[in-house]
C-alpha cells in the first residue's frame, strides 16, 4: 500500500521576499544537477540546471549554487510571487547514465500574501 | 521545446483489471523513456527506464511483471498496471530524455484502485 513516508519540508515566504531553498544531495559522481518546480496534480516543470564545471547559475528570477564539497544545491527565487507556490525539487544526474535523474525529497514553498 | 504528452491524466479501475497509461513524444523522437511513482507528499521514485526496441531497465523493487513497459516507438512508450490493486493508486509520471535539452515530463496520471 502506501508508504509512510516524511511530510515535506515546508517553507513560507512573504510575497516579493526572496526565498531559498535548499537540497543535499547524495552522489558525489553527479555531475549534472536540475530544479524542478511541480504543481499539485501535475508533472514537474524545469526551472533551471547546472552542471559540476559551475558554481552559480542565473535565469530569470532564479540563481542556482552548487557546492561540490558539501554536495549542497541551493534555488533562489527573488521576489517571490504567489504562482511560485509550488513543490520544488533538486535531481542529480550522472554522466553516462542516459540522464537517469534521481530526485531529492522535495521542498513545499507558501508564497504568503 | 520538447513536449511530452501523457494519457490519461485521470484513471479509475476496479481491482483485478488493468490500466494502460500512454506517454507520447510529440516534436522529438525519444529514445529513452523514464516512468516514474509519486505517492502524496513524496519525491518521484524511478521505476524503470526504457529505450525504444529493447526491453525496459527495472529499478530494484519494482515488478517488471506487473509493471509492463513497451517502447516500440521512438514516439510512445506505455506502462500497463497489470492486476491493479488498491496499493497500485499512485501518480504515475513519464519523462523522455530530449538530447542536447533537460528531460521533458508528462502531466501524470492519477490511478485509483477500487
Known amino acids: 500500500g502506501e508508504s509512510v513516508g516524511l511530510h515535506l519540508p515546508t517553507l513560507s515566504v512573504q510575497e516579493g521576499d526572496n526565498s531559498i531553498i535548499n537540497c543535499a544531495y547524495s552522489n558525489s559522481a553527479s555531475d549534472y544537477f536540475i530544479w524542478y518546480k511541480q504543481e499539485s496534480g501535475k508533472g514537474p516543470q524545469f526551472i533551471i540546471d547546472?552542471?559540476?564545471?559551475?558554481d552559480k547559475r542565473q535565469g530569470q528570477r532564479v540563481t542556482v549554487l552548487l557546492n561540490k564539497t558539501v554536495k549542497h544545491l541551493s534555488l533562489q527565487i527573488a521576489a517571490t510571487q504567489p504562482g511560485d507556490s509550488a513543490v520544488y525539487f533538486c535531481?542529480?544526474?550522472?554522466?553516462?547514465?542516459?540522464?537517469?535523474?534521481?530526485f531529492g525529497s522535495g521542498t513545499q514553498l507558501t508564497v504568503l500574501p | 521545446g520538447a513536449v511530452v504528452s501523457q494519457h490519461p491524466s485521470r484513471v479509475i479501475c476496479k481491482s483485478g483489471t488493468s490500466v494502460k497509461i500512454e506517454c507520447r513524444s510529440l516534436?522529438?523522437?525519444?529514445?529513452?523513456m523514464f516512468w516514474y511513482r509519486q505517492f502524496p507528499k513524496q519525491s518521484l521514485m524511478l521505476m524503470a527506464t526504457s529505450n525504444e526496441g529493447s526491453k525496459a531497465t527495472y529499478e530494484q523493487g519494482v515488478e517488471k511483471d506487473k509493471f509492463l513497459i513497451n517502447h516500440a516507438s521512438l514516439t510512445l512508450s506505455t506502462l500497463t498496471v497489470t492486476s491493479a490493486h488498491p496499493e497500485d493508486s499512485s501518480f504515475y509520471i513519464c519523462s523522455a530524455r530530449v538530447s542536447g535539452s533537460p528531460n521533458a515530463f508528462g502531466s501524470g496520471t492519477r490511478l485509483t484502485v477500487v
Open positions: 535531481a542529480e544526474s550522472v554522466s553516462g547514465s542516459a540522464r537517469q535523474l534521481t
Open positions: 547546472i552542471r559540476s564545471n559551475m
Open positions: 516534436d522529438f523522437q525519444a529514445t529513452t
